[in-house]
T-cell receptor, first 113, second 116 residues
C-alpha cells in the first residue's frame, strides 16, 4: 500500500528566503504525486502534480517540485517566499489505475516579514 | 462551475445525535471522496465512490459512519450516534477521470463538526 511521509511538521522562514518542503513516498511502481496547499479555514488547492515525463514540475504561485525516483522523494521548492505563502502544505500519492489519494500529515509554513 | 459544495460549513451537535454532512460534487466528475482532518491523524480518506458506487470504504472508522451517493450530484456522510471524538473537519472532494493522467481532486471548503 502507498504511504507518504512529510518529515517536517512546522517550518519557519523569512520573507524572500528560499523554501524546500520534503516529501517521501512509498509505492511499488511509479506513482502519481501531488502537492496541495491549505489556507486557514479553507479546503485544499492543488499546487502541482506529477504523472510522467519531465521530473521537474512547475506549479502555480511560483512553486516547483522534483520527482526523484532513487530517493522516493517529491520535494516542493520556491526560490523566494512571500508572506501570503503561509499555509499548510500536503504531499499526496495516488496509485495508478485508481483515484485514491493518500496524504501526508502536512507541513505548516510560517513566514516572518 | 461553483466547485465542490459542502453543507453545512459548521455543525455543533450533542453526543448521541445523528449528524448528516452533505456534498455536491463538480458537475461531470465521476469520483467522489470523503476525508476527515484532525490534528492528531491529519487527512484521512474515509470512503470514495466512482460512478455512484462505493469503491473503497476501508477508512470508515466504525459502523456509526455511513456514506451514500444516490446520484451523480449528491452524497451524504452520516454519523449515528455521534461522539465527541468525531469532532473534526470533514472534506468532500471530486475528480473527473479514474486513473487517468488528468486526475485531480478538487476539494470543498469542509464541514467543521463539533460534538459536545
Amino acid at each position: 500500500a502507498q504511504s507518504v511521509t512529510q518529515p517536517d511538521i512546522h517550518i519557519t522562514v523569512s520573507e524572500g528566503a528560499s523554501l524546500e518542503l520534503r516529501c517521501n513516498y512509498s509505492y511499488g511502481a511509479t506513482p502519481y504525486l501531488f502537492w496541495y496547499v491549505q489556507s486557514p479555514g479553507q479546503g485544499l488547492q492543488l499546487l502541482l502534480k506529477y504523472f510522467s515525463g519531465d521530473t521537474l514540475v512547475q506549479g502555480i504561485k511560483g512553486f516547483e517540485a522534483e520527482f526523484k525516483r532513487s530517493q522516493s522523494s517529491f520535494n516542493l521548492r520556491k526560490p523566494s517566499v512571500h508572506w501570503s505563502d503561509a499555509a499548510e502544505y500536503f504531499c499526496a500519492v495516488g496509485a495508478r489505475g485508481t483515484d485514491k489519494l493518500i496524504f501526508g500529515t502536512g507541513t505548516r509554513l510560517q513566514v516572518f516579514p | 462551475d461553483a466547485g465542490v459544495i459542502q453543507s453545512p460549513r459548521h455543525e455543533v451537535t450533542e453526543m448521541g445525535q445523528e449528524v448528516t454532512l452533505r456534498c455536491k460534487p463538480i458537475s461531470g466528475h465521476n469520483s467522489l471522496f470523503w476525508y476527515r482532518q484532525t490534528m492528531m491523524r491529519g487527512l484521512e480518506l474515509l470512503i470514495y465512490f466512482n460512478n455512484n458506487v462505493p469503491i473503497d470504504d476501508s477508512g470508515m472508522p466504525e459502523d456509526r459512519f455511513s456514506a451514500k451517493m444516490p446520484n451523480a450530484s449528491f452524497s451524504t456522510l452520516k454519523i449515528q450516534p455521534s461522539e465527541p471524538r468525531d469532532s473534526a473537519v470533514y472534506f468532500c472532494a471530486s475528480s473527473k477521470d479514474r486513473g487517468r493522467e488528468n486526475t485531480e481532486a478538487f476539494f470543498g471548503q469542509g464541514t467543521r463538526l463539533t460534538v459536545v
